[in-house]
């Protein structure tokens, strides 16, 4: 026993660290001068005699200061939810019990995540109850809030779970009390809050119908802002001296805290919630894939696109988890205006990301909006100088430049990856995606097939844009969603929410007049109330006089059309005129905009005002939109209704005026300029016959020239051909109309539309000739050259050019040259014709014109000529020179075409280092978003791993793969599966007899030929496979593709035991006295002369040479397959000369590499040689 040196109480036990009497540390006591332990309660010293103030001090350790000590417990304002299955003791009884087990496991998993996504603790399971908490550990203001949100999403996954089972009786009650309860500080789960508000949630819940939450009054206080309610009544509760008032929860109906919330009638959502948890498990799925997705959302006007994507909106809001939140809009008004609407989501990232603090204003310059944006999540300043005009080209900033597509469409995609840092998703909303550019959903294709990081792409459209752009639908990252009109039962559910105490005949007629279209029945209801026949009354509407409504009586619209039209018919005139002007500008405008347009309203506040209160306007209020302030149009329809209603002549001079004032605000960029554009065609289309027709057409045509640059400058070669094509129907001066065209036929051979550009094109060409202008017939003539080869007509389109080259060459600027060369180079690669002096004349212009990228082209051209003619070391430092070039320009397209030269180029001498260049050349190729590009560069890293021995990840590449070179691919998956005795065939799309001349098919062809025939029993036509390796030659010489084929024909010979064919392909190799071959083609050779050489009985000495020469170079080569053979052959030759122990190296090692193979059957070949085949 010991005595505390604090207190003095004595009796504590030995094995006690504190006083059970005081708390105090049982420290041995010590003093305070010499630090000598000394006896509890002493006065003095006994060591040195310095005094104690007549008690111990503790050990020095113990005078340092304490820790405070965390109180146990504490009083906390908590929000607490009971939730409890209903139908579930019933189901049980029913069930098997592995499958009742697995569904409560699935209950407890969803009550899991769905409570941690909105900030909540469980504390407990009670069988099949829950039991949460908000405000423990840590507190927010918004407790309540997110404990309402998350017993809605509890509440609606547990129907949806029980319709997933085939149990749709099944439901779940909630209850959610807010008060004080004592919290146990530091406990998990079990034990961590207790108190009346405890109990009186679980009575609630008691009290609340099945799949319904019900909160108390103080809930229902604090998150009113954004929830709405009914009454449920008073319930006596035990414990409670008088009946507590509960109220059940009807909706989310604003973000949180109230934040957007729209005054007015808003319709519940009703058949709709699988389409929601849809659109939430596939917004949740890129959080675990780390990747992009896309859904999207098609269906008719007012079927309830619009309201799902708000929907969705107040669920992200709510959870805890932050979410990057971008949205945009396609215009329908000046139709084309390139990716308008991810500049306007990027726009809007960018103001947020500027924002220094929570009463931040929005930065107005936009170069120095972009500037603090890119400082703020770009760090890397190499980066950011990178980005900087990239995204100034999307958002109008510094000009638009000229950038290849690829390389925009990688910026842009970099920068959304850079706002999702660490990870956290990104959401991409697209409105009105019916009006989508096709360069849009190109950059959207593009982002899901790069992407790294969670992106959640949401396209809402009408329908027709599938049909337009199938990709979207078949892009494996894609999901559609086709909303349906909603059945009779949910329209009445749907009104019944809108208007309380419907008649049943007054509900029967408007769920027959609505079709299944919620816009009708919400338009019909406001038109109610716009004529007081429906009346706002205890926070819901009635009707005034239910009794007397007929809805035939008042002469109710029967379409929606004619429904709005009687709607705007009872504006008052000042709201009328207001509205009408609006409907010129677009679907929102600014207060300044309209007032421009409507000088003769004396209150235009008041004015709008009205059409808010009436909704037909409503004001975007949420400060980080790039609309914020502006008012839109409730629904496009009552747009559309206004504009149609207008006169012509008044159409006209609205346009005009909307026209003056876009002018007025300057548009550098050209950003606006198809807006503009489209505004004096309306203009111009309104008044046929005006004498100012020349004029205005005049002015549209430039505006659309602008629209047009800066859209092909954007990478949307469609949408400029699109602007030039209405440009050159309106221009009437021939000389300008010759301009258009050529630029027309430009933009359409880009585009991918061969034929309307050699038609313009030849139109556009013959026309400049005769007006002398030679620097633009010589881009005329480029164009249609290309256009003509890419259709396949290599020869034509190459004499084209050439013809009009020699006859121009002293009379054209570089630049104009330049693309003439361009298009003779393409012509001769497709021909495979000499392209040296074509490359070396685009080179030195190139350096003229000191454009890097056409430098790096050049160079790739010139490397490919000295690839195949020699000297071979040049074309690789060329290569080398050119992915420098583009690292630092990052074109990406460029930079893949150079990496994956080297790539192909390095198979044949280290396969390592080749892999090393085919991995970065996969990743440029992916990041340009071309798929051609992306599996020409996959089929090469294919060779390089295929040499290595990497088989595995050959087969998975190759896997299901149509879009690479599937002869290529096949004869390198058909290798593998023959080492490994598996079974094997061609893809049914290769076509043997094809009568294709290119040779590198050819001879592939012959000798996946020989290959089948071999499998069949029958005896190979080598002598023709031969013969097509010797043509390949001939072509590509010693490299390309011809190292390869020649190694795996060689292969077969020596297999089939043909030794003409084994000499005809040596002598192919021998009979080159220029170049040395590759290292894996001579390792190869050295193989196939030692194996001759043995069979003739050769001296050892020369047999042996040759077969350690191949090992020695398929080593060096990095190829375990070859090198796995020639050790087998070695080893097997050894054997036969009597030397056992050098033999079983050799052999061994052989097996060795079999096996990392999975070569069984190459394997069992070697068993079969040593039991004594022919070696």
């Known amino acids: 026993m010991t005595t505390c040196a604090t207190c003095g109480v004595s009796g504590q036990p030995d094995t006690a660290r504190f006083c059970f009497s005081c708390g105090g540390g049982l420290q041995p006591a010590a003093c305070t001068s010499c630090q000598a332990e000394i006896v509890p309660g002493a006065r003095f010293c006994s060591s040195c005699g310095s005094p104690q103030d007549g008690a111990a001090t503790a050990a020095p350790a113990a005078q340092a200061p304490s820790p405070l000590v965390q109180a146990v417990a504490s009083r906390r304002i908590t929000s607490v939810l009971f939730g409890d299955l209903v139908g579930f003791t019933s189901l049980s009884e029913t069930r098997d019990q592995e499958d009742v087990r697995e569904l409560l496991s699935s209950y407890f998993e969803e009550c899991q995540q769905i409570i941690s996504r909105y900030g909540g603790t469980v504390e407990k399971f009670i069988g099949d109850a829950v039991m949460a908490v908000w405000g423990v550990p840590t507190a927010h203001e918004d407790d309540a809030e997110r404990s309402v949100r998350a017993g809605l999403e509890l509440v609606n996954r547990i129907a949806a779970l029980g319709g997933d089972v085939g149990v749709p009786d099944l439901a779940m009650r909630v209850g959610i009390v807010t008060g004080e309860v004592a919290v146990t500080i530091g406990a998990s789960q079990q034990g961590m809050v207790a108190g009346d508000a405890v109990n009186t949630a679980a009575r609630v819940q008691t009290a609340a119908a099945p799949g319904q939450v019900w909160v108390d009054e103080t809930t229902r206080l604090l998150t009113s802002s954004a929830i709405s309610y009914a009454d449920a009544g008073s319930h006596a509760m035990k414990g409670k001296a008088e009946p507590m008032p509960l109220w059940s929860v009807r909706a989310v109906v604003a973000a949180v805290g109230g934040a957007q919330r729209a005054d007015g009638l808003e319709a519940p959502i009703v058949g709709r919630n699988r389409e929601l948890r849809l659109v939430k498990e596939l917004f949740h799925g890129i959080e675990e894939t780390r990747r992009p997705s896309l859904l999207l959302v098609d269906g008719e006007p007012g079927v309830g696109k619009s309201r799902l994507g708000w929907e969705f909106e107040k669920y992200v809001d709510g959870l805890t988890d932050a979410v990057r939140w971008h949205s945009g809009r396609c215009l329908s008004y000046g139709e084309g205006v390139a990716f308008f609407a991810l500049a306007e989501a990027i726009r809007t990232r960018l103001q947020r990301l500027a924002a220094t603090g929570d009463e931040a204003e929005p930065v107005d310059?936009?170069?120095?909006?972009?500037?603090?944006?890119?400082?703020?999540?770009?760090?890397?300043?190499?980066?950011?100088?990178?980005?900087?005009?990239?995204?100034?080209?999307?958002?109008?900033?510094?000009?638009?430049?000229?950038?290849?597509?690829?390389?925009?469409?990688?910026?842009?995609?970099?920068?959304?990856?850079?706002?999702?840092?660490?990870?956290?998703?990104?959401?991409?909303?697209?409105?009105?995606?019916?009006?989508?550019?096709?360069?849009?959903?190109?950059?959207?294709?593009?982002?899901?097939?790069?992407?790294?990081?969670?992106?959640?792409?949401?396209?809402?459209?009408?329908?027709?844009?599938?049909?337009?752009?199938?990709?979207?639908?078949?892009?494996?990252?894609?999901?559609?969603?086709?909303?349906?009109?909603?059945?009779?039962?949910?329209?009445?559910?749907?009104?019944?929410?809108?208007?309380?105490?419907?008649?049943?005949?007054?509900?029967?007629?408007?769920?027959?007049?609505?079709?299944?279209?919620?816009?009708?029945?919400?338009?019909?209801?406001?038109?109610?109330?716009?004529?007081?026949?429906?009346?706002?009354?205890?926070?819901?509407?009635?009707?005034?006089?239910?009794?007397?409504?007929?809805?035939?009586?008042?002469?109710?619209?029967?379409?929606?059309?004619?429904?709005?039209?009687?709607?705007?018919?009872?504006?008052?005139?000042?709201?009328?005129?207001?509205?009408?002007?609006?409907?010129?500008?677009?679907?929102?405008?600014?207060?300044?905009?309209?007032?421009?347009?409507?000088?003769?309203?004396?209150?235009?506040?008041?004015?709008?005002?009205?059409?808010?209160?009436?909704?037909?306007?409503?004001?975007?209020?949420?400060?980080?939109?790039?609309?914020?302030?502006?008012?839109?149009?409730?629904?496009?329809?009552?747009?559309?209704?206004?504009?149609?209603?207008?006169?012509?002549?008044?159409?006209?001079?609205?346009?005009?005026?909307?026209?003056?004032?876009?002018?007025?605000?300057?548009?550098?960029?050209?950003?606006?300029?198809?807006?503009?554009?489209?505004?004096?065609?309306?203009?111009?289309?309104?008044?046929?016959?005006?004498?100012?027709?020349?004029?205005?057409?005049?002015?549209?045509?430039?505006?659309?020239?602008?629209?047009?640059?800066?859209?092909?400058?954007?990478?949307?070669?469609?949408?400029?051909?699109?602007?030039?094509?209405?440009?050159?129907?309106?221009?009437?001066?021939?000389?300008?109309?010759?301009?258009?065209?050529?630029?027309?036929?430009?933009?359409?051979?880009?585009?991918?539309?061969?034929?309307?550009?050699?038609?313009?094109?030849?139109?556009?060409?013959?026309?400049?000739?005769?007006?002398?202008?030679?620097?633009?017939?010589?881009?005329?003539?480029?164009?249609?050259?290309?256009?003509?080869?890419?259709?396949?007509?290599?020869?034509?389109?190459?004499?084209?050019?050439?013809?009009?080259?020699?006859?121009?060459?002293?009379?054209?600027?570089?630049?104009?040259?330049?693309?003439?060369?361009?298009?003779?180079?393409?012509?001769?690669?497709?021909?495979?014709?000499?392209?040296?002096?074509?490359?070396?004349?685009?080179?030195?212009?190139?350096?003229?014109?000191?454009?890097?990228?056409?430098?790096?082209?050049?160079?790739?051209?010139?490397?490919?000529?000295?690839?195949?003619?020699?000297?071979?070391?040049?074309?690789?430092?060329?290569?080398?020179?050119?992915?420098?070039?583009?690292?630092?320009?990052?074109?990406?397209?460029?930079?893949?075409?150079?990496?994956?030269?080297?790539?192909?180029?390095?198979?044949?001498?280290?396969?390592?280092?080749?892999?090393?260049?085919?991995?970065?050349?996969?990743?440029?190729?992916?990041?340009?978003?071309?798929?051609?590009?992306?599996?020409?560069?996959?089929?090469?890293?294919?060779?390089?791993?295929?040499?290595?021995?990497?088989?595995?990840?050959?087969?998975?590449?190759?896997?299901?793969?149509?879009?690479?070179?599937?002869?290529?691919?096949?004869?390198?998956?058909?290798?593998?599966?023959?080492a490994r005795g598996e079974p094997w065939t061609y893809a049914p799309d290769v076509d043997l007899d094809s009568a294709d001349d290119d040779p590198t098919f050819v001879a592939s062809m012959a000798l996946a030929g020989a290959l089948i025939e071999d499998r069949a029993g029958a005896r190979p036509d080598l002598v023709r496979v031969v013969a097509a390796v010797r043509g390949l030659y001939e072509t590509v010489g010693l490299f390309d593709d011809f190292s390869l084929i020649w190694h795996l024909v060689s292969e077969l010979a020596w297999e089939l035991g043909v030794r003409p064919a084994l000499e005809a392909l040596l002598a192919v190799v021998e009979s080159d006295r220029r170049n040395k071959p590759p290292l894996g083609l001579e390792s190869q050779m050295h193989r196939v002369r030692g194996l001759l050489a043995a069979e003739d009985g050769e001296p050892a000495e020369l047999v042996e040479g040759h077969l350690r020469a191949a090992i020695e170079g398929c080593e060096a080569w990095h190829a375990r397959p070859a090198l796995a053979r020639c050790c087998a052959d070695l080893g097997v030759w050894l054997s036969g000369q009597g030397r056992p122990e050098e033999a079983a190296v050799q052999l061994t090692r052989a097996r060795g590499l079999f096996a990392e193979l999975g070569a069984v059957a190459w394997a069992a070949e070697l068993d079969a040689q040593l039991a004594g085949a022919r070696v």
């Open 365 to 978: 310059d936009p170069a120095r909006l972009l500037a603090a944006g890119l400082e703020r999540y770009v760090p890397d300043l190499q980066e950011r100088t990178w980005l900087s005009p990239r995204l100034g080209a999307l958002l109008g900033v510094g000009g638009v430049g000229s950038f290849p597509r690829e390389d925009l469409f990688s910026a842009w995609t970099t920068f959304l990856h850079r706002v999702s840092e660490d990870d956290v998703p990104v959401v991409l909303v697209i409105d009105d995606a019916q009006h989508a550019d096709d360069g849009l959903l190109m950059f959207l294709e593009y982002l899901l097939a790069v992407g790294t990081f969670p992106c959640f792409v949401l396209l809402f459209t009408r329908p027709g844009l599938l049909e337009e752009h199938p990709t979207l639908a078949t892009n494996r990252r894609a999901s559609v969603l086709h909303l349906e009109s909603l059945s009779e039962r949910d329209m009445a559910a749907l009104l019944d929410g809108l208007v309380v105490g419907l008649p049943e005949s007054v509900r029967a007629s408007l769920v027959e007049r609505a079709e299944g279209i919620p816009l009708f029945a919400v338009e019909t209801v406001r038109s109610l109330i716009d004529r007081d026949l429906v009346v706002p009354r205890g926070g819901q509407y009635v009707l005034a006089a239910p009794e007397a409504l007929d809805l035939d009586a008042i002469g109710a619209p029967a379409s929606l059309q004619a429904l709005i039209t009687a709607r705007l018919d009872t504006l008052p005139p000042e709201q009328r005129r207001v509205l009408d002007q609006a409907s010129v500008i677009g679907n929102s405008f600014t207060v300044e905009a309209i007032a421009t347009l409507c000088p003769d309203v004396p209150d235009l506040d008041d004015a709008l005002a009205g059409l808010a209160r009436v909704q037909l306007l409503r004001r975007e209020s949420n400060r980080f939109s790039s609309e914020v302030g502006q008012y839109q149009f409730v629904q496009t329809a009552v747009r559309q209704v206004a504009y149609g209603t207008l006169a012509r002549r008044d159409r006209k001079a609205s346009h005009l005026a909307v026209v003056r004032l876009l002018e007025a605000d300057g548009d550098d960029s050209g950003e606006l300029a198809p807006i503009v554009a489209q505004h004096y065609l309306e203009a111009l289309d309104a008044v046929a016959d005006a004498p100012d027709r020349a004029e205005l057409a005049a002015a549209a045509v430039g505006h659309l020239r602008r629209a047009a640059a800066r859209t092909a400058a954007l990478g949307a070669p469609a949408e400029a051909a699109g602007h030039l094509s209405t440009a050159f129907e309106r221009c009437d001066d021939p000389g300008l109309r010759a301009r258009i065209e050529g630029e027309l036929a430009e933009q359409l051979s880009k585009s991918g539309d061969l034929p309307r550009a050699i038609e313009h094109g030849e139109r556009a060409r013959d026309e400049l000739h005769r007006m002398g202008e030679t620097d633009l017939e010589a881009r005329a003539v480029a164009t249609l050259g290309t256009a003509t080869v890419n259709l396949g007509e290599y020869e034509r389109g190459f004499n084209l050019v050439a013809a009009f080259h020699r006859e121009v060459e002293l009379r054209i600027g570089p630049a104009e040259e330049l693309l003439l060369l361009r298009a003779m180079i393409v012509a001769q690669i497709r021909m495979g014709g000499d392209i040296r002096n074509l490359a070396e004349d685009s080179a030195r212009l190139a350096e003229k014109l000191g454009a890097p990228v056409e430098i790096a082209n050049s160079y790739v051209s010139l490397a490919l000529h000295y690839m195949t003619q020699g000297p071979h070391g040049l074309g690789r430092m060329l290569l080398e020179s050119a992915a420098d070039i583009t690292r630092d320009t990052h074109d990406s397209l460029i930079l893949s075409r150079a990496l994956t030269n080297l790539n192909a180029d390095w198979t044949q001498d280290d396969a390592l280092k080749a892999a090393g260049y085919g991995r970065q050349a996969v990743e440029a190729a992916r990041v340009t978003g071309d798929s051609y590009w992306l599996s020409a560069t996959t089929l090469n890293l294919v060779l390089s791993l295929t040499v290595m021995g990497e088989w595995d990840e050959v087969l998975t590449l190759t896997e299901g793969v149509s879009t690479l070179d599937l002869v290529m691919t096949d004869l390198v998956r058909v290798r593998v599966l023959r």
